[in-house]
């Protein structure tokens, strides 16, 4: 009885801790840029010298990007056209084929982007990861192998949600970046923010295992 009641306790007090933490990045615009309505926040000169853009999928609808992805799709596109200076600036599609899913995120993220009339070989296809680890270790390994610099700079394209398990990973992984979120509605946030605790401390574990 004891053993469970301070199981339990403990289970709380990092629930809190880690939440705490999840919904203070999601606001922290110091780390990240976001997108508010139609406009975006705290844009630094810095940000227009990206080498590589990351946009990690998040599910698809059969062939069709579900409205996260597409979002994420569109943000970085906009963003790419609009404040980008680097003209050989690539994007990275990064996402494998899951259950019920006819063809890979990344597949299906670039259809859209050719449609939009984007650049094909501007385009780099990530079609292998399941999570946000393997989506920025493969991309990585993608982003060795396309660039002759040292430490490229790369944004990451996420959902607010995303950016505290994101900033970790992406830390951890070495990279030179900044994150652009998308912002969420409540009700999406709600439910993301706790699946995030579960997914954050399983992504920890793999990173210091390895």
């Known amino acids: 009885r004891y053993i469970l009641n301070t199981t339990f306790i403990l ?24 997108r508010v309505g139609g406009s975006y926040a705290s844009i630094p000169i810095a940000a227009s010298n990206l080498d590589y853009i990351i946009i990690p999928g998040d599910g698809l609808e059969g062939d069709k990007l579900s409205e996260r992805v597409k ?12 404040w980008v200076r680097n003209n050989e600036c690539k994007m990275i599609l990064s996402g494998g084929k899951g259950k019920n899913e ?14 939009c009339g984007f650049i094909n070989d501007r385009l780099l296809y990530e079609k292998n ?30 959902s607010d949600y995303h950016l505290y398990r994101v900033g970790m990973v992406a830390n951890k992984l070495g990279f030179n970046f900044r994150t652009l979120a998308i912002e969420s509605d409540f009700s999406t946030k709600v439910n993301y923010f706790i699946r995030e605790y579960f997914a954050l401390i399983k992504d920890w574990v793999l990173l210091n295992l390895n």
């Open 11 to 34: 289970f709380i007090i990092s629930f809190i801790f880690i939440e705490v933490l999840i919904i203070r990045e999601s606001h922290n615009d110091s780390s990240s840029i976001h």
């Open 129 to 158: 990861s399941v999570s946000i680890i393997e989506s920025l270790m493969f991309s990585r390994d993608i982003i060795k192998q396309d660039s002759g610099k040292d430490k490229p700079y790369i944004m990451i394209v996420c």
């Open 102 to 115: 006819y063809i890979s995120e990344a597949e299906a993220m670039g259809k859209h982007l050719l449609s």
């Open 71 to 82: 979002d994420r799709v569109d943000m970085g596109l906009y963003f790419l056209s609009l």
